[in-house]
C-alpha cells in the first residue's frame, strides 16, 4: 500500500436515495476517485465486503433493511471485515443512533448537506489510518511502549488498538473500566494510558484522579477520548490532571500528533 493516494482508495457507498448518490458521486470524481460502488441496502454492501474489502465504507444511516449504526456494528463483529474504515453521512442528531457509531470507531460523521473539503479531510484521514506516516513519532521507539487501552465498550477498544498498532505499539493491554484498570496499574508500569470517559464502576476523570494522586505511576501521560460535549464536564476532566483529550470519533493524525506532544514534552 506504500505510494497510495486519495484517487486509489476503493471504496463502497450504501445510499439509497438516488438524489444523495448524485451528490456524493460528484464529491468523489472531483477527488479523482473512479473505484467506486454502490449498494442500496446494508446486507448487499455486507455480502460483497466478503469477497473483497473496501478500503473505505461509507454509509447513510437510514437504510431500508438497517440502520448505519447496525452495519457499523455487524463489520465490527465480524472477524474478517472489522477493520475496514468506516464513514457516516447522515443528517441524523440522536445520540440513539449517534453514540454507537462513536463508540465503534469511524473516520468521520459527515452532516447532510456537507462540503467536498470535509470529505476530502476524511478521506486523508483513512489514508493516515491505511498507510500511518511515522515521522511525527520519530523521536519515540514506539515498539517498546506499553500501553493501557481502557474502555468498556469492546468495539471501541478494537478501534483504539488498531490505530495504536498502525503507529507501531504492539504492548498494549486492555481494561473494560476504571477499576480494571487500577488492577493494571498495580501489576506492572506503562509508558501511557488511552481511556474513555463515561464508563461504569469508575470513570476516565476518577481513573486520572486516581493515577495522579494515589497510584505510584503518578506522572504517567493520559490521554483521554471522549465523546461528551458538556463543557463543565470537560472542564472537570482536564482539572483532573489528563495529558491531552480527544474527541469521538478520532482520526488517526490527530491522535498520533497528540501522543508525540504528550511523550516528549
Known amino acids: 500500500m506504500d505510494g497510495i493516494t486519495v484517487a486509489d482508495l476503493a471504496i463502497w457507498v450504501i445510499e439509497p436515495s438516488s438524489t444523495q448518490r448524485r451528490i456524493i458521486e460528484g464529491h468523489l470524481e472531483a477527488l479523482g476517485i473512479s473505484k467506486t460502488q454502490w449498494f442500496k441496502n446494508g446486507q448487499s454492501a455486507l455480502n460483497d465486503m466478503h469477497q473483497f474489502q473496501p478500503d473505505l465504507v461509507i454509509s447513510a444511516m437510514h437504510l431500508p433493511d438497517m440502520t448505519g449504526t447496525e452495519l457499523v456494528q455487524a463489520m465490527r463483529d465480524d472477524q474478517a471485515i472489522e477493520a475496514i474504515p468506516f464513514m457516516l453521512v447522515s443528517s441524523e442528531t440522536s445520540d440513539y443512533y449517534l453514540e454507537p457509531i462513536r463508540q465503534a470507531g469511524v473516520i468521520a460523521m ?7 473539503e470535509d470529505l476530502k479531510r476524511a478521506l486523508y484521514s483513512t489514508l493516515d489510518f491505511i498507510t ?5 513519532l520519530a523521536d519515540v521507539v514506539l515498539d517498546d511502549l506499553k500501553v493501557l487501552v481502557v474502555d468498556d465498550s ?39 494510558i488511552v481511556t474513555d470517559y463515561n464508563m461504569p ?35 472537570g ?22 501522543i508525540s506532544k504528550i511523550l516528549t514534552t
Open 110 to 116: 459527515l452532516p447532510k448537506p456537507f462540503q467536498g
Open 201 to 235: 464502576e469508575m470513570d476516565g476523570k476518577e481513573l486520572t484522579t486516581y493515577v495522579r494522586e494515589k497510584s505510584n505511576q503518578r506522572s504517567i501521560p493520559i490521554l483521554m477520548v471522549t465523546s461528551e460535549a458538556n463543557n463543565s464536564y470537560l472542564s
Open 154 to 192: 469492546k468495539t471501541a477498544r478494537s478501534h483504539i488498538k488498531r490505530v495504536l498498532t498502525n503507529l507501531g505499539m504492539d504492548d498494549i493491554t486492555e481494561a473494560v473500566d476504571g477499576r480494571k484498570a487500577i488492577e493494571q496499574l498495580q501489576q506492572q508500569f506503562f509508558d501511557l
Open 132 to 136: 500511518p506516516d511515522h515521522e511525527a
Open 237 to 258: 476532566i482536564k482539572q483532573s490532571g489528563v495529558s491531552a483529550m480527544c474527541d469521538k470519533p478520532f482520526d488517526p493524525a490527530t491522535v498520533k500528533a497528540m
